[in-house]
Every structure is written in C-alpha cells, then in structure tokens.
C-alpha cells in the first residue's frame, strides 16, 4: 500500500508540471537548432609528400568544423562533400539542395536555415598547384568556355577534313571537345542549384573562385597570382633596401618565374576568321604574378638601383616582359638547377661565383632547386650572414621560446673594394665633387668583374612547404608565405552562423567590403597573406599549430 501511495504521488507531481517540462523541452530544442551548413571542396589528391603547400582544402574544412562549433551549430547539421571534378561537385550539391527542399514539403515545415559554402571546382595545372589550394584562377566551364570550344572543333573539323586525315573514331579533337562540353554542363548545374538555392532562402559563400552569374552572400577572396608576386617583391625590396641603392652600388636581383611550356598552345587550332582559343598570355598566373612582382621592382630596375646578374631584367623591361624570366620548372629540380646555372652563368670555365644578392623564387618548390644549385655551385653562408647580429643558434633559440631575435638593417651588398671606393668620397679616388672619374669606374666595373662574390643571397618563395621550413631555420632560404587559413576558417565560421541566425552578414567580419559600383554588390572578405621569416617562425607556424617543432628540425 504504501509503495502505491509513493507511485501515486509520483505520478502527482509528475502531473503538476507539464509546463515547465515542455519549456525546458522547447528551449534545448530552439537552443540546438542553429541550422544547417554544407559544405563543399575540391578534392586535394592523395599525397604522402611533404613537399606540398600548406593550404590544402583538407586542412581548412576540419577547422571550418571546429570554428562552427564554437558557435554552437550541431555537428549533425554540417555537411562536407569532397569532389574529384566539377561534373561531382555540381551533381552532389544539386542533391544536397532539391532533397532540402523536398525534406521540407515533406514534412509541410519551413527549411531550417542552411548556408552553402562553396569552393567550386577548377583544374590547375602543375604550375599553379605549386602555390596551394587557395589561388583564384581562370574559371573554366562558363559560356564564352563553350563558343571557344565550338570555334575550335569546327576549325579542326575544317582542317582534318582537308588533309583527310580524321578517321572513322574520331580525333584528339572531338575528345577534348566533349570534356569541354561536359564541364560547361557540369558549370550550369552548378549555377542553377546555387540559384535554386538562393530562391528557397539559403545562403551562399564562395571560396577562392567567383561565379559572375550568381550573387552570393559572401565572396572569400583568398590569395592570386598578383598578390604573391607582391608580396615577396616588397619583402625583397625591404631587405635589401632598394630605397638606400644606387645606379653605381645596385642590387643584382634575379627573377625565377615558373610557368607551363608553351608548346601546347600552338596545338589549339583556329581559322584566320576566329579568335584565339587560348586565355591570352596577359592572364596567365605568371604574367600576373610578374605584374606584381614588376609593381614593386620596376622602378628600381628602370632607374639603375637593381640589375640582373643574366642580363634577362633591364631598364627597359615592362610587366608584359615576363616570359623574359620564365622557364618551365619540370616535375623536379633539374629544371631549376640548369636555370640558376645559366642565369649566373657558373657553367664549368667560370672563373668565379657571380654576384647576387636576391632571388625570387616564387615558391618553396623552386626554392628547394635552387638552394640545391647554389650548394652546388659553391655559395657559402646564408641569409642569417646578411645581418651579421643574428647566428644560425640565435635563430633556433627564438624557434624554441629562449630569447628574441632582434634584427638591424640589411647592409649593402658588397661589390669589391673598388666599386665601394669609386662611390665613397672619404675613400678618395673620386673629385671634389664626390662623383667618381671614369678611370674609378672603370677601374671598378674591372675589379667587379674578376671578384669573386660567393655570398649566399635572399631567397624568397611561397606554400611553406614543410620539407622547406629547416631551410628556413637554417637560413638557406629567407622567407615563405601562406594564406591565413586559421583566421578565414574563424571568419567563415562566424558569417555561417550569422547568415543562419539573421540572415545577414555579423558586423565583427574583419576586412569585409562590398564592391564599389559593381552590379552584383558581392561582400567579399580578405585576410593578407603572411609572411613567414626566421624571425616569426615561431609565433606564426608553430604556436598557431600549423606545424609541429619537429617539422622544423627543432
């Protein structure tokens, strides 16, 4: 009986509280439902290398996962898609969409809040994958893409048919045709779920690569051929204090400007009537990365402060020079080694090591082959003997936290006791005015060609390649960059959830402008890459987990 009496009276109070236990119900629910993300990227490839870039898709989309649960959106909610191609991509987020969209029908509820974040798919070739996952590059897929195509198939169709050279199964031609075909497609499908998407009140964010024909939410604006070659050239400029040169005392600076070889392009057939099929030479990575680079380093070549030890670099050089410095880098450092040869023309009658005092390398794949030529030519040093106030072991201390690394101004490089003398007039050898006689300089320009100048020069790249990152300890190789992956993974996070909770973009997004008399209007937000030297090793790759001391060679 009395165990009864304690059921009911159980069953009592039980009773008595339905409507606090519905709210708490109510409230865990509303709190856990932040809407939906899905999110999709290419795929990076399977490599077990550590002479890869560090911004790889498959590193920012696990701390994109994390960031979004800080902001408390269920990880049940947060869909990743890998794809291996466009005609993937655009397939699964179409999927992803209309099974939203009928799921809510179905069911006669509203479709949680949900946000895209895209990264669409392109095909990089093997110079462009140097650089990393984050580059813009030419989008392929789109409808001037598909006239091109046609043009061409129906200049090859002319020229086959005349020469009767096309058999009965068709030609390279048609197969390239129908790839080119199949991507256009693979293009619209993506386009028409994005606004299919945008119709049933989803949010968009793309990543790296713009889309004209849709208007998202947000445009991640992440690292271009330009901005790379900005980047390192206004390091280099720094370091060697291009501003403090002179035509007489200059910086001898070399340029190393990979690109693909260009036999292929003369490969893509075209009438007299048709226009060129290939993307033109002035939008090509490399030629933009030059145009960076030439931004920064023109004006010091044009009025004397900078020379190039190949002579391929001159006063006259312009941005549309760049294949001047180009070279096709191979699949290994060969390629580079035999450049960097040839450039200080250290081939086996060379009396003595050219001089150089920088070079850009664009990236840690070129570096690697020519700081392996530069051991081989016989260079001696490195960039810490620049400055002579730093030591290889101060460096490692910095790297492991025992002390700061303080660094003074780049010192001159030096051009042989002459060439100093002729330029400074508490020297003597020059007249009263301080000019140098032309016997000084000619006495000078003697001594500086028969010098020998084996001084290990600044040499800059790009990817932070980790098999690179002891070069840098070691001082080899002066400095890398990278994208700012951690902070674009916070900021997308926080644009998701805000997108999700509002339907609007928070306020706190750093660097987030919208385009100036654009049509579109597009948001787009940016971080600067960074710039990873010796000096900030430490802070900017290890401390912020991007590479462990080990990898370092610590």
Request: with cysteine; hydrophobic share 35%.
């Amino acid at each position: 009986m009395l165990a009864s009496l304690a059921l009911v009276l159980a069953a009592g109070a039980c009773k008595d509280q339905p409507t606090e236990q519905s709210t708490a119900t109510s409230t865990v629910t509303k709190a856990a439902d932040r809407g939906n993300v899905a999110i999709f990227t290419p795929a990076d490839g399977i490599t077990l290398s550590q002479h890869t870039p560090l911004n790889k898709w498959a590193a920012l989309v696990p701390e994109l996962e994390e960031g979004l649960s800080k902001h408390h959106i269920d990880g049940k909610k947060v869909s990743t898609f890998t794809d291996s191609s466009l005609d993937e991509q655009s397939k699964n987020l179409q999927d992803y969409v209309v099974s939203h969209l009928a799921g809510g029908k179905k069911s006669g509820k509203a479709v949680s809040p949900t946000t895209l974040v895209i990264a669409p798919f392109t095909s990089p070739d093997s110079i462009t994958r140097q650089y990393g996952d984050y580059v813009s590059q030419p989008r392929i897929g789109t409808k001037q893409d598909a006239t091109k195509t046609k043009k061409a198939g129906e200049a090859d169709t002319s020229q086959n048919n005349s020469s009767n050279s096309r058999s009965e199964n068709g030609t390279v031609g048609d197969s390239d045709s129908a790839n080119r075909n199949s991507e256009v497609k693979a293009h619209d499908r993506l386009v028409s779920s994005i606004r299919l998407a945008k119709e049933a009140g989803m949010h968009v964010i793309l990543l790296a690569n713009d889309i004209p024909e849709v208007t998202p939410d947000l445009f991640v604006d992440m690292s271009n051929a330009r901005s790379i070659g900005e980047l390192q050239a206004t390091k280099l400029a720094s370091k060697l204090e291009l501003d403090k040169a002179s035509k007489e005392n200059p910086a001898r600076i070399e340029v190393l400007l990979p690109r693909m070889p260009p036999d292929g392009e003369a490969a893509n057939a075209q009438t007299e009537e048709d226009e060129p099929t290939t993307v033109p030479d002035t939008d090509s990575f490399p030629s933009q990365a030059f145009a960076g680079i030439w931004q920064v380093l023109g004006p010091y070549f044009k009025d004397g402060r900078a020379v190039s030890p190949s002579g391929l670099l001159t006063e006259e050089t312009t941005e549309k020079d760049w294949a001047n410095v180009a070279f096709d880098p191979g699949k290994d450092a060969t390629a580079t080694k035999k450049e960097v040869a040839a450039r200080l023309h250290m081939d086996s009658q060379a009396k003595g090591h050219t001089a150089v005092d920088g070079i850009l390398a664009m990236n840690d794949f070129i570096v690697s082959g020519v700081v392996s030529e530069l051991n081989d030519l016989g260079y001696s040093g490195s960039a810490a003997d620049i400055n002579p106030e730093i030591s290889i072991s101060g460096i490692v201390g910095s790297m492991t936290g025992k002390q700061d690394l303080h660094r003074t101004r780049v010192p001159r490089p030096a051009q042989g006791d002459a060439s100093r003398q002729s330029t400074d007039p508490t020297r003597g050898g020059t007249e009263s005015s301080g000019q140098p006689t032309d016997k000084d300089r000619n006495a000078a320009e003697s001594d500086a060609d028969s010098a020998d100048h084996p001084a290990w020069p600044i040499i800059s790249g790009y990817g932070a390649y980790i098999d690179n990152i002891p070069q840098i300890v070691d001082g080899e190789q002066w400095m890398t960059a990278i994208e700012d992956r951690k902070g674009l993974a916070s900021d997308l996070a926080t644009a998701c959830a805000g997108l999700n909770k509002n339907g609007v973009l928070p306020d706190n997004l750093s660097s987030l402008v919208q385009d100036a008399g654009s049509e579109r209007r597009v948001n787009r937000l940016t971080r600067p890459l960074v710039a990873v030297s010796a000096s900030n090793l430490k802070s900017t790759l290890i401390d912020t987990n991007y590479i462990k001391p080990a990898e370092a060679g610590l």
